[in-house]
């Protein structure tokens, strides 16, 4: 009799629920929870998008779409693209797809080969290592540290370069650190990909929600760079819509027949009410985006102010919605701290490991929860934290 491990395909291999299951799980058990685990905004969808996606449904957006995306919608997205310093897209090198996530496996599955290598920083958002295990790449980690906040440079890329070396994957802003890479080191990695013949993934899910001085530089409009371009994004972030799912990838004219086909075989197209209600995110009144951005701001500012008070390092989160901080200091590692404070503090917040982090040391905490509710987090981690130490002293 085969056991689950002999059935399951040699290409998997998590074969236990994954720890964001568990952790869920536990948290479902417990009450009053605060859930600072996901990437999944607390705030609701404005209110303009919602109206078009229903009236869309009631307009008989029931059925399969153009197989790219909706051709409005796909206009939308160039425009988007372009006013925010992106390069110039037609809309038959757009693809929209069921979230960026989906995008990250198709264009894993159509541009790698057994044996070629993948360069991704780590930590960094992981489905990129799971799509192209899935592909039977290889992912060449690109570790980053604390003391330059986390932040990928041309140095570092150039380091891990091998003839094998196909693809290589920029996350700006970086979720789970919120590290912003400057646009003169996005130049200067731009070059590297340029002199090693590199594609690059540019991953600007996050370009909208920057804070401070820090501003996102697109690569595909960078000097020599749209043709070995593919820039993922989705509107799950900005607009607070992950649950519609719509997510997107544009690039070179000679890649994206090949990739649209994939997607279309995976998905036949995305829900169409999410694609109109997506046009209406888009081409309406953009203050909603700034409003939220503004929200995430002040729960940025409070969180870091408590981890402060706690001794507690963190990187500093110049864009995204995330907070990652080191809890080292505790002695027990970031996945049992997490473990003890979603049971004894109600606090549920994932260990960078889950992001890839080749060290047990770092949190992620996402802003997903108002000001009020961070404060509470902080005082019940306090709590948790001096339970800890006072065990180990
Ligand atoms: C860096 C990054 N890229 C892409 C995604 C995918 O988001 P979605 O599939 O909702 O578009 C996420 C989600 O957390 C993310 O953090």
New binding site residues.
């Given amino acids: 009799m085969m056991n689950a491990t002999t059935r399951l395909a040699d290409r998997v291999k998590l074969k236990d629920a994954h720890l964001i299951t568990r952790m869920t799980d536990i948290a479902e058990g417990l009450a009053d929870v605060i859930k600072l685990g ?3 905004p607390d705030l609701d969808t404005p209110a303009h998008i919602i109206k078009a996606g229903q009236d869309a449904l009631g307009n008989g957006a029931t059925h399969y779409t153009h197989p790219l995306g909706l051709p409005a919608l796909r206009q939308a997205i160039a425009a988007n693209i372009s006013a925010y310093g992106g390069a110039t897209y037609a809309p038959e090198n757009i693809v929209v ?8 496996f198709i264009i894993a599955l159509a541009l790698l080969n057994p044996g070629d290598e993948i360069l991704v920083p780590c930590p ?2 992981n ?1 990129y290592h799971q799509a192209a295990e899935m592909a039977g790449a290889e992912t060449v980690h690109i570790r980053m540290t604390m003391e330059t906040n986390f932040t990928l440079t041309a140095e570092m890329v150039e380091a891990h370069i091998t003839p094998r070396s196909k693809i290589l994957v920029l ?1 700006n802003p ?3 650190t919120g590290t912003v890479t400057p646009p003169s080191e996005v130049r200067r990695i731009a070059e590297v990909a340029r002199k090693h013949d590199l594609i690059v993934i540019s ?1 600007e ?2 370009a909208r929600l920057t804070y401070g001085n820090n501003t996102v530089q697109p690569v595909a409009s960078l000097p020599g760079m749209f043709e070995r371009t593919i820039t ?6 900005a607009y607070a ?2 649950g519609w ?3 997107y990838f544009a690039g070179p004219p000679d890649l994206i027949p090949a990739l649209a086909e994939i997607n279309h075989a995976f998905a036949i197209s995305t829900a169409a009410a999410s694609q109109h209600a997506a046009i209406a995110a888009l081409t309406g009144p953009q203050d909603c985006v700034e409003e939220m951005r503004q929200i995430y701001d002040a729960r940025r500012i409070a969180l870091c102010a408590g981890l402060t008070e706690m001794g507690i390092p963190y990187a500093e989160p110049q864009g ?1 919605f995330y907070v990652y901080a080191n809890v080292a200091s505790t002695g027990i590692g970031a996945t049992a701290f997490c473990e003890r404070l979603l049971r004894e503090g109600q606090v549920l917040m994932y260990p960078g490991g889950i992001y890839g982090d080749y060290t047990d040391d770092f949190v992620r905490m996402s802003l997903t929860q108002p000001v009020e509710r961070i404060r509470e987090a902080i005082t019940r981690m306090k709590t948790v934290v001096a339970a800890i130490r006072a065990e180990a002293a």
Avoid: E, F, W
């Fill in positions: 996901r990437g999944d797809t069921p979230g960026g996530q989906h995008a990250m960094g958002y489905p996350i970086s979720n789970p991953d899910i996050y993922l994004s989705g509107l799950s972030k819509m992950t799912r719509i997510g995204a």
